[in-house]
């Protein structure tokens, strides 16, 4: 009857995760259109994204903070029904106002949704640790992203043609009624209300981050994979600002770009539906390592290429081996760390590797109106070809083998001779 509960709470937490990322990418991919059409600059779609990655930068750690010591339903329900609300206020601004302050609204709008999902991300990555046994959670996670996949996929591809169908307005309604959705699944969930640790109210939060940041400086690996992240972000935040005009050149605007951003969901996707499977049959260390090599080359494909088939596949592969990445990178964070420091390292993490992303995304907006788009993407590939490099020197990178997940399974907590 217990594991009858479990998998219906999973359902529902999944049910309001899938609603959330359906909604969150139609929104993105909306705002950022609008922001670069108004003037076709990658600056002004450099802000919005800049916007998105300043709020996970301050506020990631934060969220791993109330993952560990808050009640995480009412986190998260609190965090949903907000983004309610900034979605309707966004709805009513386009309403009255269609062509008014079009790139601060995005920005500003962009910045408030993503300090709302960034600080109940840690959240629902300790609720499903807790949700799904140890020995399937590469599986699980794997089946997590691709069903996060095929939400972002609908939403990102829906996207465009319903703001060339029906408009900003009514394209913002439905966003807000899908939110409603999401906060009606996980209210209905009965998900662990505990928090994983006993701190009083009066406990510093920045003692506990401290606590958490020793954790993570002392752990080599985890240190070295953090720094090829920051890397491979920096060429990653190029190619975010770069897709609205990479589209525009292949052609038909909006539907271009949704067409562009389903290949990248689809990719990975695909990946999720594998590649849990797969972190179990390989040595992961040389694995980033190669993942790396194959980021690169296909960035430059998408560097070169004029055709809109081979830019599509070459952004489903892409995905398809950063996704890979990233289930190998987040088993050995959720597997391996202490349950203690879970949602603090997740904050940590998330808020580290995008620390150069604003910065990169301002500059990278500059110099690609000056050097022009494609250009500015394989400057960014050296910096995936650094990571790389990393991945293949560094002993504790190469060391972290699949052995080590089964080490997992038998133990909670991390014992691993380095």
């Not at 600002?241 to 909006?254: R, S, W």
Request: charged share 10%; aromatic share 10%; net charge positive.
């Amino acid at each position: 009857m217990s594991q009858k509960l479990n998998n219906t709470n999973l359902l529902l937490f999944l049910g309001s995760n899938i609603s959330v990322t359906f909604g969150l990418s139609m929104f993105t991919i909306i705002m950022t259109w609008l922001a670069y059409n108004g003037r076709g600059s990658l600056m002004d779609s450099a802000f919005v994204s800049i916007a998105m990655m300043v709020a996970q930068l301050l506020i990631a750690p934060i969220g791993g903070v109330i993952a560990d010591r808050s009640n995480r339903k009412k986190v998260i329900v609190l965090c949903r029904l907000l983004s309610c609300v900034v979605i309707f206020i966004v709805f009513l601004h386009f309403y009255i106002n269609g062509k008014l302050g079009i790139v601060i609204v995005s920005m500003a709008a962009t910045f408030l949704l993503t300090i709302l999902s960034t600080l109940s991300g840690p959240v629902q990555s300790t609720i499903l640790r807790e949700l799904v046994e140890k020995e399937k959670f590469s599986s699980v996670y794997g089946n997590f992203i691709a069903l996060s996949g095929v939400s972002r996929l609908v939403g990102q591809g829906i996207a465009g043609f319903l703001l060339a169908w029906i408009g900003t307005s009514w394209s913002l309604l439905t966003i807000l009624v899908v939110f409603i959705f999401a906060v009606l699944f996980i209210q209905f969930s009965k998900i662990s209300t505990k928090p994983v640790n006993n701190y009083s109210e009066s406990s510093s939060k920045l003692r506990e981050l401290k606590e958490g940041w020793n954790y993570l400086i002392n752990i080599p690996y985890l240190k070295w994979l953090l720094i090829t992240a920051c890397l491979t972000n920096v060429s990653h935040s190029s190619l975010t600002i770069a897709a609205p005009a990479i589209a525009k050149e292949l052609g038909n605007g909006p539907q271009t770009f949704s067409l562009l951003t389903m290949s990248l969901v689809f990719g990975g996707l695909v990946c999720g539906v594998i590649g849990g499977r797969m972190t179990k049959k390989i040595k992961t260390g040389l694995a980033f390592g190669y993942l790396n090599l194959l980021t690169g080359l296909f960035t430059i494909i998408i560097a070169f290429s004029h055709s809109l088939i081979l830019t599509c596949a070459a952004v489903f592969f892409l995905s398809f081996v950063i996704t890979m990445d990233d289930i190998m990178y987040e088993s050995i964070v959720m597997l391996l760390t202490d349950s203690r420091y879970r949602g603090r390292i997740k904050g940590l993490q998330v808020s580290i590797a995008m620390l150069l992303m604003p910065f990169a995304m301002l500059l990278g907006g500059y110099v690609g109106d000056l050097i022009g788009v494609r250009n500015l993407i394989v400057i960014s590939s050296a910096c995936v070809f650094l990571a790389a490099i990393i991945c293949f020197a560094n002993k504790h990178v190469r060391s972290v083998y699949s052995e080590y997940y089964e080490h997992a399974v038998k133990n909670e907590t991390m014992q691993i001779k380095l």
